[in-house]
């Protein structure tokens, strides 16, 4: 059974940074792994995703501030965001693409607020 555990998420003041972690458990190598988010009453939105190469691609409003890396070994994605504003406040969901499927997790909660 495949599952995806997000930590990391909480509150920040603006201008903070935070550091949200995935980890993947199940025997699946991930080809892709990304982090989405969604704000309350809006759609899930892309924030950014990396391949097992190491490419990454991020969404235009979070270039230069958030930064994608992951650890294949540990089948673990990271999620670096520096310069938090409030618009970045929702939840933040871990996803890890197979070649058989898709995984999602359950979600981390991210609040920027003073």
């Known amino acids: 059974q495949v599952q995806l555990v997000e930590s990391g998420g909480g509150l920040v003041q603006p201008g903070g940074s935070l550091r949200l972690s995935c980890v993947v458990s199940?025997?699946?190598?991930?080809?892709?792994m990304g982090w989405y988010r969604q704000a309350p009453g809006k759609q899930r939105e892309l924030v950014a995703t990396i391949t097992s190469g190491g490419s990454s691609n991020y969404a235009d409003s979070e270039k230069g501030r958030c930064t994608i890396s992951r650890d294949n070994a540990k089948n673990t994605v990271y999620l670096q965001m520096n310069c938090l504003k409030p618009e970045a406040t929702a939840v933040y969901y871990c996803?890890?693409?197979?070649?058989?499927?898709?995984?999602w997790g359950q979600g981390t909660q991210v609040t920027v607020s003073s």
């Open positions: 996803y890890s693409r197979s070649t058989m499927s898709g995984y």
């Open positions: 199940g025997s699946i190598f991930s080809i892709a």
